[in-house]
């Protein structure tokens, strides 16, 4: 299950809105199969080891299989993958987690059993959960995961000075890690102030495979038009606004949908997007994981909305001192609900510490 676990992440970022899911075939403890989900549309992991096995000169009959998700068993872009299991004459299956979606919940695991299939259900049930947890809050609250990403120094700065001359507080290695996170989500968000301040361009790279959309927070409408943002057509841009900020603007406005952005506008909350809302009409595009890469007020203003699914802080052993700004700690001053992490884990990369983990939000732990 372990090695179906690996090859599933391999899907991550390219096959969204569906799941992550791996699948290796076994007999008499030697692998004849193995496969993942690669593409969102193309075939399923359990197709793709099957294949993979009769590729091998293998017959999968009498085979365990173990796979990371629940069989499908329904008709969508492909065919039901229990159908596919039961004329492999597969022998007994190990499924990690049931499939939570409302078309499965179970379904794929009855309709196996039904058929006589010895079915065991649970192994490495909490990487499975780990792996897929946009996934899972995806289908369950229409609503993506959120990521709040952000490196900072050690005395709590977010930025260097504009004019310190110097551009990165994380090393090359944290920002390779920022970047592979950028593939795994399907949308990159941020303020404008970021925007305005550091010109970004939000895309991962290297580019492999699909671009996230970048999306951009302006209740007032005061992003530039020769940002990069707004002028990289081949990469999906929405900048989300309210209606404070379109009042007077139709010729601004006609400008940025001319640059193929587009424009939503959403309620007004304190001055700011409703980011509820914004959530919300991501979700409605598919977007199942988002990343937020804003400021000290961005990054604040989703942990006390109890918005925020996770954290990524990269800290880099410097003070900048008087040459550092944006500080973290005014924002989270003003936090009223404390929150701590589930399982942080902490990493090196390079000289830099990493802190990652899922937010609780109903304790904190002193």
């Not at 294949?51 to 872009?77: Q, S």
């Not at 606004?241 to 001319?258: A, H, M, P, Y």
């Not at 918005?307 to 001053?333: C, E, F, N, T, W």
Request: contains cysteine; glycine residues 10%; aromatic residues 4%.
């Amino acid at each position: 299950m372990k090695m179906a676990l690996r090859l599933a992440a391999f899907g991550i970022g390219q096959v969204e809105p569906n799941p992550a899911v791996g699948c290796v075939l076994v007999r008499d403890g030697k692998v004849i199969g193995k496969g993942y989900h690669k593409k969102f549309g193309e075939a399923h992991a359990e197709i793709n080891a099957l294949t993979d096995c009769r590729v091998r000169g293998e017959d999968p009959a009498g085979a365990t299989m173990y796979v990371t998700l629940e069989p499908c068993c329904h008709h969508g872009k492909t065919g039901p993958c229990t159908d596919a299991i039961l004329e492999a004459r597969i022998a007994k299956v190990f499924v990690a987690m049931s499939d939570p979606a409302e078309h499965a919940n179970g379904r794929g695991i009855r309709q196996l059993r039904g058929a006589g299939l010895d079915v065991e259900v649970g192994l490495c049930e909490h990487y499975a959960r780990l792996l897929n947890a946009a996934y899972i809050k995806y289908v369950r609250t229409h609503r993506p995961y959120v990521i709040v990403k952000w490196a900072q120094s050690l005395d709590g700065k977010l930025a260097w000075k504009p004019d310190s001359g110097r551009r990165w507080i994380s090393g090359p290695l944290s920002r390779r890690d920022a970047h592979r996170l950028r593939r795994a989500s399907q949308a990159i968000l941020t303020g404008v102030n970021t925007i305005l301040d550091d010109d970004p361009l939000l895309t991962p790279r290297p580019p492999k495979g699909k671009s996230p959309l970048r999306v951009i927070l302006d209740s007032q409408l005061r992003i530039l038009l020769r940002r990069k943002v707004m002028n990289t057509r081949r990469f999906g841009s929405l900048l989300f606004t309210t209606e404070t900020g379109v009042v007077g603007q139709d010729k601004k406005i006609d400008r940025i949908l001319s640059k193929g952005v587009d424009v939503t506008v959403v309620p007004e909350v304190q001055g700011h997007c409703g980011l509820k809302t914004v959530l919300t009409e991501l979700a409605r595009r598919e977007v199942q994981q988002v990343l937020v890469e804003g400021g000290p007020a961005l990054i604040a203003a989703f942990l006390e909305e109890g918005l925020a699914d996770a954290v990524r802080i990269y800290i880099a052993p410097v003070l900048l001192g008087d040459q550092g700004h944006k500080p973290l700690s005014d924002a989270m001053a003003a936090l009223t609900r404390p929150t701590s992490l589930t399982d942080p884990e902490i990493k090196t990369f390079g000289h830099d510490v990493c802190i990652s983990g899922e937010i609780d939000y109903s304790k904190s732990e002193a």
